[in-house]
T-cell receptor, first 114, second 114 residues
Framework: DAGVIQSPRHEVTEMGQEVTLRCKPI?????LFWYRQTMMRGLELLIY????????DSGMPEDRFSAKMPNASFSTLKIQPSEPRDSAVYFC????????????FGPGTRLTVT | AQSVTQLDSQVPVFEEAPVELRCNYS??????LFWYVQYPNQGLQLLLK??????LVESINGFEAEFNKSQTSFHLRKPSVHISDTAEYFC????????????FGDGTTLTVKP
């Protein structure tokens, strides 16, 4: 299996622009997680889905952030409008639910908002 | 709810010395425990896990961790570290429900010096 795939790997954008991050989970996995990692705040869970349904979005920082999972093989995290404080590495992870919660992480998207 | 405390944010150690990274957790129910490793500019990857059975679990690269229920700990150890072990290490706990959601600690940065 190719593992969790994220795109783009790097994104540089200007403040106010819309940013869309993409994730393809491991085939057969039914849970998907979006995390944000910064030096100041560490690793934060933003939202997670189970069977394509959002279960908990309490970690989404504000209304500028939204996430969707239209099918079992694709998810997006959108920031609109973006701000410099959104600069971070965003990780997507998936889990089969059969390994008591073992998660498989993608390589991350490094977002820089200028 | 569960919580994880990694007692050391940074651990510097010389090559070939032993190391212990400490992790304590809090939960009112039975848990599954994980250690993840994050090498520079990469996503997190599973290092080892405790699900049930023997309380001592090992990884393929010489790390081991012991589940201690009475002390609610899951410390990570290696008898002799290498330069290549330099990375950030995350302890995580799952209760096996919540669609595979895990609670992560804040991470410990292990720096191995020559």
């Amino acid at each position: 299996d190719a593992g969790v795939i994220q795109s783009p790997r790097h994104e540089v954008t200007e403040m106010g622009q819309e940013v869309t991050l993409r994730c393809k989970p491991i085939s057969g996995h039914n849970s998907l997680f979006w995390y944000r990692q910064t030096m100041m705040r560490g690793l934060e869970l933003l939202i997670y889905f189970n069977n394509n349904v959002p279960i908990d979005d309490s970690g989404m920082p504000e209304d500028r952030f939204s996430a969707k999972m239209p099918n079992a093989s694709f998810s997006t995290l959108k920031i609109q409008p973006s701000e410099p404080r959104d600069s971070a590495v965003y990780f997507c992870a998936s889990s089969s639910g059969q390994d008591a919660g073992e998660q498989y992480f993608g390589p991350g998207t490094r977002l820089t908002v200028t | 709810a569960q919580s994880v405390t990694q007692l050391d944010s940074q651990v510097p150690v010389f090559e070939e010395a032993p190391v212990e990274l400490r992790c304590n957790y809090s939960s009112s129910v039975s848990v599954y425990l994980f250690w993840y490793v994050q090498y520079p500019n990469q996503g997190l990857q599973l290092l080892l896990k405790y699900l049930s059975g023997s309380t001592l679990v090992e990884s393929i690269n010489g790390f081991e961790a012991e589940f201690n229920k009475s002390q609610t700990s899951f410390h990570l150890r290696k008898p002799s570290v290498h330069i290549s072990d330099t990375a950030e290490y995350f302890c995580a706990v799952s209760v096996g429900t919540n669609a595979g959601k895990s609670t992560f600690g804040d991470g410990t940065t292990l720096t191995v010096k020559p």
